[in-house]
């Protein structure tokens, strides 16, 4: 995970840095798109999951490693993630990997990206899990209104929600929450706060992460 920061933070210096020795020579103008033309997240934090049952509920604590980013390519929008789960606890679930790989388009004031979520859980049966996963956005002026289905790595069931300037608030299907918060550290760095909780039938969990976030700055791109 170290290199991982590492590289996000070459990832967000980089850019820059080669638009303004390229100054000289503008660059010709993009439309402008709802999502910025390249991201990359650096996340770690801890994640609770367990079942209710008549005896009361049993929960067991994970620590979690993620990495996850988009691309555009014109409008196609290329977005890939993996995370790691670890257990902080001996004789409950083992450890897992969940990638995802996702692709759709992005106009000026909407995104849809869709693909499957791969998780491999080496304590289970089967050993790997395959869902899709679909994301939804929709920009009306300073306003982001959010969808998802097993968005953030296969973990949220489904969600509706709005941002408004780093600052985001969702509602899970059927009972919970997700929140998230970016808070500017440079023009192309941010620290971002993120957790979830929901309830689905016996199942629960809740997330918590911190993590980095690199935005390099691209011509007609809106903040």
């Known amino acids: 995970m170290r290199s991982l920061l590492f590289a996000l933070l070459a990832f967000s210096v980089a850019e820059p840095a080669h638009a303004q020795q390229e100054g ?6 993009t439309p402008a798109r709802a999502l910025p033309g390249s991201e990359l997240h650096v996340d770690l934090g801890a994640l609770s999951g367990g079942y209710t049952h008549a005896g009361g509920a049993t929960m067991e604590p994970f620590a979690a490693q993620a990495a996850s980013g988009h691309v555009l390519l014109e409008g196609l929008t290329l977005d890939g993630g993996v995370l790691s789960l670890v257990p902080l606890q001996r004789g409950g679930a083992g450890a897992s990997l ?5 692709v759709g388009y992005t106009g000026e004031r909407w995104s ?6 791969l998780g491999i859980a080496y304590s289970a049966r089967p050993v790997l899990q395959v869902l899709p996963s679909i994301k939804a956005l929709y920009r009306v002026g300073p306003v982001d209104l959010h969808a998802g289905l097993l968005d953030l790595h296969g973990l949220v069931p489904a969600h509706l929600g709005a941002s408004w300037k780093g600052l985001g608030l969702a509602y899970v299907l059927p009972l919970g929450a997700r929140a998230w918060a970016s808070l500017p550290l440079s023009s192309t ?3 971002r706060v993120e957790g979830f909780a929901f309830r689905l039938a016996s199942a629960q969990s809740a997330m918590l992460t911190v993590g980095l976030t690199a935005r390099p700055s691209s011509p007609g791109t809106r903040p």
């Open 24 to 29: 000289t020579h503008p660059l010709p103008t």
């Open 98 to 102: 969940t990638l995802t790989a996702r």
């Open 112 to 117: 849809l990206i869709g693909g499957p979520v």
């Open 189 to 191: 760095l941010s620290l």
